[in-house]
C-alpha cells in the first residue's frame, strides 16, 4: 500500500471521552498514508462540547503483551497530561496532530515530531488495543471530572499548600511594619534617582477612564522594533513573572518537569508548582549538568537566568545552545537593561527571552515586562493570560522609558549606579567583607549567617536580601543605589564583624 520503503507497522485506536465519563473505542478513519504523500481529508470530526479525541499509536512490538502494556502506559500518561489542562479555553493551546485528534500517545516516534504521517492498523489486535486505550482514557477522565466536581474537592485548594516566594523590597518593609522612606533600600534592583521625568509626563495626560489596549499594540511594535523582530513575536505581560507563570501553564502537564537552573528567582519553581509540574532545580548549575538533567527529567522547559539572580553569572551563547537542545529554553534576562552595550536579544524555535522594564527603567511599581518568542508562542501567552492585564499607565510609561528622550534621561543613571557598584565593592573590601561580583548590576557579600545580618541591618535602617531563600544561608545581596544609600550601609556594616 506504501508506494517506496514501508514504515514499520504499528497500531492505533481512537477515544472519544465526554464529560458523563463515557468512553467510545474504534478504529480511526482515514487511509494509510505513506512516506511523502500529502494528508488527505479523512480527520475525524471535530469533537464535540464536552468532549476530546485521543489517538494511541506505536510500532507494533514482538509480542502482544509488550505492545499492550506500552500503549497503557503511554495512553495514560499523555491522556491525563491533556484532560488535566481543561476541555474549556485550552483547547487551542493543545499540539495539533494533522488527524483531527487532540493528543497522541505514543511509546516511541515514528518520524521525528510527525508520527500521524505513518499510520497502520493491525486487525488482529484491534480489540484488545481499544481495551487498553480505554481503561488508560477511562482512568484519567475519572481523575480529571473528580477533581472539578465541588463536593469531591478537599476543603481548600491545594494551591494554598504553595509555600508563599520571599521577595525583598517593598513586601518586606511592609511585613515588618516599616517606613519605606527611613529605610535605604539596597534589596531590590530598580532604577536609582525616582520615577524619570518622561515617565511622569507621560503619565500626567492619562485618561483613566479608558480602558488600556488589550494587545498593547503601540508597545509591541516600539519593542519589536528596538530588537529588529516582528511584531507578531512580542508579548507584553504585567512584569515578566506573567509570562513565567504563563509559559508553564502552557507547556507543563501534570507532573511533567522543568528544570531550573540554580540558585535562581524563586517564581520559576512557584510557576511550575502553581501549573501542576515538579520543579527539578540543579544546584551550583554548569550548563552540561543542567543539560544532563533535563534530559534524565524529560523536562518539558529549563530556566535560566542571564546574568544570573543572585550570583550575576553570565550565561555564554554556546552554554545557552546546549540547553536549548536538551528542552525547551526560558532564558530571564531581566537584568539585561543594566549592562552597557545591552546584549542582543536572540529567540529562537527552542528558546523564549524575557525582559524587564521594571528594573532598569523604573517602572517596578507600575510591572511590565515582556517576551520575546515564535510567533505562535507569543499568540498563545496572550491567550493564556487574563484581558486588560497591562494597565494604561504601564503602556503609556513604558514608551516614555523606551523613547529616545527615555533614554538620554535614563543613562546617566545606569551610568551612575555601576559606579556606586564599584565605590562599594571597594570599600567592602577594605573592610574584610568578602564580595562576589557578577555581570549583574548587584553583587554578593559573604556575612556568615546572613538571616541576623540581614536583622542587624535592617535594626539600622538599611534593607539587603537575604538569600536564604536562594540555597545561599551565608550571603546577602547588595543592589547599589545612590551614594546615600551606600554610605548608610558602609556606616551599618562597621559595626558588625566580618566572617573569618
Given amino acids: 500500500a506504501h508506494r517506496g520503503a514501508a514504515p514499520p507497522p504499528v497500531v492505533r485506536a481512537v477515544a472519544t471521552v465526554g464529560l458523563d465519563n463515557r468512553v467510545a473505542i474504534g478504529d480511526p478513519p482515514g487511509p494509510l498514508l505513506g512516506p511523502g504523500e500529502a494528508e488527505r481529508d479523512a480527520a475525524p470530526a471535530p469533537p464535540g462540547p464536552g468532549t476530546i479525541n485521543v489517538l494511541a499509536q506505536l510500532p507494533a512490538p514482538a509480542?502482544?503483551?509488550a505492545l499492550l502494556e506500552g500503549l497503557s502506559l503511554a495512553a495514560e500518561a499523555r491522556t491525563a497530561a491533556i484532560?488535566?489542562?481543561?476541555?474549556d479555553s485550552r483547547r487551542s493551546a493543545l499540539p495539533a496532530t494533522g488527524t483531527g485528534t487532540d493528543c497522541i500517545a505514543l511509546a516511541a516516534p515514528l518520524d521525528d515530531g510527525a508520527p500521524a504521517r505513518?499510520?497502520?492498523?493491525?486487525?488482529?489486535?484491534?480489540?484488545a488495543l481499544g481495551e487498553a486505550v480505554r481503561r488508560a482514557v477511562s482512568r484519567a477522565t475519572a481523575a480529571w471530572l473528580a477533581a472539578r466536581r465541588p463536593e469531591s474537592r478537599p476543603a481548600g485548594p491545594r494551591f494554598l499548600a504553595l509555600p508563599p516566594v520571599p521577595h525583598g523590597g517593598a513586601a518586606q518593609l511592609a511585613r515588618e511594619g516599616r517606613d519605606p522612606e527611613s529605610v535605604a533600600d539596597l534589596s531590590a534592583t530598580t532604577l536609582p534617582g525616582g520615577t524619570p521625568a518622561v515617565v511622569r509626563a507621560a503619565l500626567a495626560g492619562l485618561d483613566t477612564t479608558a480602558y488600556p489596549d488589550p494587545h498593547a499594540t503601540r508597545l509591541r511594535a516600539r519593542i519589536a522594533e528596538l530588537h529588529g523582530v516582528p511584531t507578531e513575536s512580542v508579548f507584553v505581560a504585567n512584569g515578566s513573572v506573567s509570562a513565567i507563570h504563563a509559559l508553564a501553564r502552557l507547556a507543563l502537564g501534570p507532573g511533567e518537569a522543568a528544570v531550573i537552573a540554580a540558585p535562581a528567582f524563586g517564581e520559576y519553581a512557584a510557576a511550575v508548582r502553581l501549573a501542576g509540574g515538579r520543579a527539578v532545580e540543579v544546584p551550583d548549575a554548569d550548563a552540561a549538568s543542567v543539560a544532563a538533567?533535563?534530559?534524565?527529567?524529560?523536562?518539558?522547559?529549563?530556566?535560566?537566568?542571564?546574568?544570573a539572580n543572585p550570583t550575576g553569572r553570565p550565561w555564554t551563547e554556546a552554554e545557552l545552545r546546549l540547553l536549548e537542545?536538551?528542552?525547551f529554553l526560558v532564558l530571564d534576562e531581566a537584568y539585561a537593561g543594566f549592562l552597557r552595550p545591552v546584549p542582543p536579544v536572540r529567540p529562537g524555535p527552542r528558546r523564549v527571552v524575557l525582559r524587564s522594564l521594571t528594573k532598569d527603567r523604573g517602572l517596578a511599581g507600575l510591572r511590565v515586562g515582556y517576551a520575546l518568542a515564535p510567533p505562535g508562542l507569543a499568540?498563545?501567552?496572550?491567550?493564556a493570560t487574563p484581558p486588560w492585564s497591562v494597565s494604561a499607565a504601564a503602556q503609556v510609561a513604558a514608551l516614555a522609558a523606551l523613547s529616545p528622550e527615555g533614554e538620554r534621561e535614563i543613562a546617566p543613571r545606569l551610568a551612575a549606579m555601576a559606579a556606586e557598584r564599584e565605590r562599594l565593592v571597594a570599600a567592602l573590601r577594605r573592610a574584610g567583607w568578602p564580595v562576589e561580583v557578577g555581570a549583574a548590576p548587584f553583587f554578593?557579600?559573604?556575612v556568615g549567617d546572613a538571616a541576623a545580618v540581614a536583622r542587624a541591618l535592617l535594626d539600622r535602617g538599611v534593607l539587603v536580601r537575604d538569600c536564604t531563600s536562594f540555597g545561599l544561608p551565608a550571603h546577602v545581596r547588595v543592589s547599589p543605589r545612590g551614594r546615600d544609600e551606600g554610605d548608610r550601609l558602609l556606616a551599618a556594616l562597621a559595626a558588625l564583624e566580618p566572617p573569618r
Avoid: N
Fill in 444 to 446: 554578593l557579600v559573604r
Fill in 83 to 87: 484532560l488535566a489542562a481543561g476541555l
Fill in 63 to 65: 509480542s502482544d503483551a
Fill in 325 to 327: 537542545e536538551a528542552a
Fill in 293 to 307: 538533567a533535563a534530559r534524565e527529567h524529560d523536562a518539558r522547559l529549563v530556566f535560566a537566568c542571564s546574568p
Fill in 379 to 383: 499568540r498563545a501567552l496572550e491567550a
Fill in 118 to 127: 505513518w499510520l497502520g492498523k493491525h486487525t488482529a489486535l484491534g480489540a
